[in-house]
């Protein structure tokens, strides 16, 4: 499936007038929260989901053919995150290679924006432990590199206490001290646990794509927060801007404290390592380079001698 990539495309999320107010303080019944995918040009809704007793406040990030957005499920007493993904269905019939080198299908011919796509979607939704300050995408030069959310969760340098409202877990922070901001961890998720075509049982072309197996949450792996032991008090933002090298993104979380630094999502694959041996590069070349000659003078020597008889 080709995706559908437009920078028209607008996302929206309202909820019920009475669930606008604290988590908690309203039943699952009287309040609901509608996801919209719009097409800024032409007006058109091009999805649309309702998650019936559902709160906010919503935190989304749009990026290429995708957005994920994060509220709380009062049904399940638990925060959740879910991802639509939207693909042109116009280009379904474009995958015979050899019409494309032939140029049979001329992918590059001028679109009008206020044509109707013929568009699909997909959606999931994922079971999260963690409320979020802030939500960020990461971006390389090419955007070649896989991608990987930056979600602001409130860390646990606060009082957590559990407070049953209507019959609603909710969990509510309390800060240590008299005047303190809400402290954050920045934790980095890679966006193929968001990838609404998971299934519990993938097919082997799946698996060769990277798809992995559905599970009903979405895994905290202590060594992926980009903040490792730190702290960021009253976490307002995070940008995230391109490197000059494809594998490679700058982080930027912004508040009360400021912090920065570098993140490859794919790893280092465009670049050498500060513990890379050198001196066994040098003595893998020279010995390839001694093989070489001495092959050749062997060969050389057995022409000769077939020459000779």
């Known amino acids: 499936m080709y995706k559908y990539i437009s920078r028209n495309l607008l996302f929206v999320a309202t909820v019920a007038p009475k669930g606008s107010g ?18 800024t040009v032409t007006g058109r809704i091009l999805h649309r989901v309702t998650h019936h007793g559902s709160q906010g406040p919503v935190h989304a990030v749009f990026s290429e053919n995708w957005v994920v957005y994060h509220y709380f499920n009062l049904r399940a007493h638990r925060y959740e995150m879910s991802v639509i993904e939207i693909y042109d269905q116009s280009r379904a019939d474009n995958k015979d290679v050899w019409k494309l080198v032939l140029g049979k299908h001329n992918l590059t011919s001028p679109i009008s924006l206020f044509s109707r796509p013929e568009v699909i979607t997909k959606s999931q939704s994922y079971f999260f432990t963690h409320s979020l300050k802030a ?40 800060c240590l001290h008299h005047d303190c901001n809400p402290v954050s961890q920045v934790l980095a998720l890679d966006k193929r646990f968001l990838d609404p075509r998971r299934t519990v049982n993938p097919t082997q072309a799946e698996k060769e794509e990277g798809i992995i197996p559905l599970t009903d949450s979405l895994p905290i792996i202590p060594q992926s927060y980009v903040t490792h032991a730190l702290r960021v008090e009253g976490l307002r933002g995070i940008i995230t801007v391109p490197a000059k090298l494809e594998s490679t993104t700058l982080v930027f979380a912004h508040g009360v404290d400021l912090f920065f630094t570098q993140l490859a999502p794919s790893r280092t694959y465009d670049s050498l390592t500060e513990d890379f041996s050198y001196a066994l590069l040098l003595i893998t070349i020279v010995a390839l380079v001694a093989a070489i000659f001495v092959t050749w003078r062997l060969s050389e020597r057995k022409e000769l001698q077939e020459k000779w008889r």
């Open 22 to 39: 604290e988590i908690g303080s309203v039943t699952p019944e009287e309040s609901w929260l509608v996801a919209y995918l719009i097409d």
């Open 135 to 174: 939500i960020a995408v990461t971006s390389t030069a090419k955007g070649i590199t896989s991608k990987q959310l930056l979600l602001g969760t409130i860390g646990d340098q606060e009082l957590n206490f559990i407070v049953f409202t209507m019959n609603v877990r909710v969990e509510r922070y309390f």
